[in-house]
């Protein structure tokens, strides 16, 4: 089966820097994607890796070693409004369909 | 565009009764999948679908029927709802390539089986 794996809370400081793990065991990965969701809301998209290294947008950067099934998230000069739960999401292969497998989530605070 | 839509916003059930949850969406995407989030569970795939007149079963199928007679609407069928069904039901959208194809996320649908 798939399992991909994430911590159920962090918590930070505003102006701080915060870096969210996943780690994933899966067959047929096709990338990988974060997402971020506020309580009541849709998950929203942040990034997408497919190839190991670093991407990196705005104050959001996202890592991956396919060798060692290892993603994480980085936020830089955390906010208040960065409190959300924030998804790791394995992209598979299963015939000719692509399908996002997703982690429970890692519930980000941010404090003042 | 209004992106990826979902009707309605919330619902209550009684055990037994069937519910039709809609989901539209007006990016010409291929692909469309529906997901349940339950606490501490993270988004499980439903049933999804590559185009109209195709569609197949996700991670947890069983209770619920699809179908995809448009390429813009693709709603979930619940055939005769458990108190086990209680959940966030998201519908998602994405282009069917070879890229980075990222899935958009509707409102999402509050489903309440008593």
């Known amino acids: 089966g798939q399992n991909i794996d994430q911590p159920t809370e962090m918590t930070a400081t505003e102006g701080a820097i915060v870096q969210i793990n996943c780690t994933y065991q899966?067959?047929?990965?096709?990338?990988l994607f974060w997402y971020q969701q506020h309580a009541g809301e849709a998950p929203t998209f942040l990034s997408y890796?497919?190839?190991?290294g670093l991407e990196e947008k705005g104050r959001f950067s996202s890592f991956l070693s396919r060798s060692k099934g290892y993603s994480y998230l980085l936020l830089k000069e955390l906010q208040m409004k960065d409190s959300a739960s924030y998804l790791c999401?394995?992209?598979?292969?299963?015939?000719?369909?692509?399908?996002?497998?997703f982690g429970s989530g890692t519930q980000l605070t941010v404090l003042p | 565009n209004a992106g990826v839509t979902q009707t309605p916003k919330f619902q209550v059930l009684k055990t037994g009764q069937s519910m039709t949850l809609q989901c539209a969406q007006d990016?010409?995407?291929?692909?469309m999948s529906w997901y349940r989030q339950d606490p501490g569970m993270g988004l499980r795939l439903i049933h999804y679908?590559?185009?109209?007149?195709?569609?197949d079963q996700g991670e947890v199928p069983n209770g619920y029927n699809v179908s995809r007679s448009t390429t813009e609407d693709f709603p979930l069928r619940l055939l005769s709802a458990a108190p086990s069904q209680t959940s966030v039901y998201f519908c998602?959208?994405?282009?069917?390539?070879?890229?980075?194809?990222?899935?958009?996320f509707g409102p999402g649908t509050r489903l309440t089986v008593l």
């Open positions: 899966t067959s047929g990965f096709n990338g």
């Open positions: 999401a394995v992209k598979l292969m299963r015939g000719s369909a692509r399908q996002l497998t």
């Open positions: 998602a959208s994405s282009k069917q390539g070879l890229g980075q194809d990222t899935q958009y």
């Open positions: 990016m010409n995407h291929e692909y």
């Open positions: 679908s590559v185009g109209a007149g195709i569609t």
């Open positions: 890796n497919v190839l190991d």
